[in-house]
């Protein structure tokens, strides 16, 4: 079910335009409009669930899928050898802005320590 208000179902719409990479019956994966590495790419089903658990608890399957069309983007995208990583974030403190989960596929350099250090 589509949110009218959401702007990733606009996209899966075809309201709004993107770079589209790859689509399955279930996914649509993206070029990311502020990309943060050669290779940014946003993988969403086009159902719409605000996040993570949201889809694991409606269709733990299509998280399968999420993951499946993020190895294929990886790879057509050529980052396969040299590494990627995936990563959803969840919520205000992870800086969640589109409340349509998507996992972003970032690739193409050495990307870096996961995270800064945390000091306490
Ligand atoms: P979040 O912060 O929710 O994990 O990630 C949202 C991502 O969506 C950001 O990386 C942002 O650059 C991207 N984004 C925001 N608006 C658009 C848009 O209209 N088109 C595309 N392709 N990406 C967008
Ligand atoms: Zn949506």
Redesign the pocket.
């Known amino acids: 079910m589509a949110a009218d208000d959401c702007?990733f179902c606009r996209?899966v719409s075809g309201q709004?335009p993107?770079t589209v990479v790859h689509e399955t019956e279930r996914t649509l994966a993206?070029?990311?409009?502020?990309p943060k590495a050669p290779v940014h790419v946003?993988v969403i089903p086009k159902q719409h669930e605000p996040t993570l658990a949201a889809l694991a608890a409606a269709d733990s399957a299509l998280v399968g899928e999420l993951a499946s069309t993020a190895a294929v983007v990886a790879a057509a995208e050529g980052v396969d050898t040299d590494g990627y990583r995936v990563l959803f974030?969840t919520g205000p403190d992870a800086?969640?802005?589109?409340f349509h989960v998507?996992a972003?596929v970032l690739g193409g350099r050495p990307l870096g320590p996961m995270l800064s250090a945390f000091t306490g």
């Open positions: 702007l996209i709004i993107a993206f070029r990311d409009i502020a946003l974030n800086g969640q802005d589109v998507h972003h």
